[in-house]
């Protein structure tokens, strides 16, 4: 009886089997990117409930090669809210560099030890291990277009920055901005992989290479 069952059981044929495995593969490959495409921007979707939007591209590459060059080799760069730009960080530089980010999203956490749990509705509930003042920049793209939330990421910064501060956020934010970390527009202007309903801009308080006019 069981030789008969055996023979009655549904077999794949090799094409099938072979479409199957590769289908496994590819999924595989979508929870556990392999290392040479774990840091690329989309490989961890948006979420707009989280008001998670992603820079395009070009834009996530002029933000990275502008905080190289502010912090030099061996420096110390904080991505607070900005997962594009410290995704496109590691992308271009695997060593010699010290790159954090700090996000509420946890499937970043995918990053180890580099990825720091971060609600901006508490500012300052940050590990033992991440000291003040204790990044060369710090990078931060506030989720909401709210005096609150750029006052409460404000203090985030503040707290982590030896001093340089590359912000990116609404125009309509540029007066707070001023007000609360004492940045200035730059002229290069941040896109996103989609087109949004309101203008951006990049605000620093340094002499930058975005052209700002400080």
């Not at 509420?104 to 033992?128: S, T, W």
């Amino acid at each position: 009886m069981s030789d008969l069952e055996d023979d009655e059981t549904p077999q794949l044929s090799a094409h099938a089997l072979a479409a199957l495995q590769e289908f496994y593969a590819e999924q595989k490959q979508q929870i556990e990117p392999g290392e040479d495409d774990k840091y690329s921007i989309g490989i961890i979707e948006e979420n707009w409930q989280l008001s998670q939007f992603w820079y395009s591209q070009e834009t996530a590459l002029q933000l990275a090669q502008e905080a190289i060059a502010a912090v030099g080799e061996g420096g110390r760069i904080a991505c607070v809210s900005a997962p594009s730009v410290y995704q496109k960080l590691r992308e271009l530089c695997r060593e010699n560099f010290s790159i954090y980010i700090f996000e509420y999203d946890k499937r970043f956490a995918m990053y180890g030890e580099e990825f720091i749990f971060y609600d901006y509705n508490n500012p300052l509930d940050l590990p033992e291990r991440i000291a003040a003042h204790s990044f060369d920049i710090v990078i931060a793209d506030p989720p909401y277009l709210s005096e609150e939330c750029l006052r409460k990421t404000s203090e985030t910064i503040k707290y982590l920055t030896r001093g340089k501060i590359l912000l990116c956020t609404g125009a309509i934010m540029e007066e707070q901005a001023a007000e609360l970390l004492g940045v200035k527009m730059c002229t290069f202007v941040p896109r996103h992989t989609r087109n949004l309903a309101n203008e951006f801009r990049c605000y620093v308080n340094y002499d930058s290479g975005l052209d700002c006019g400080i």
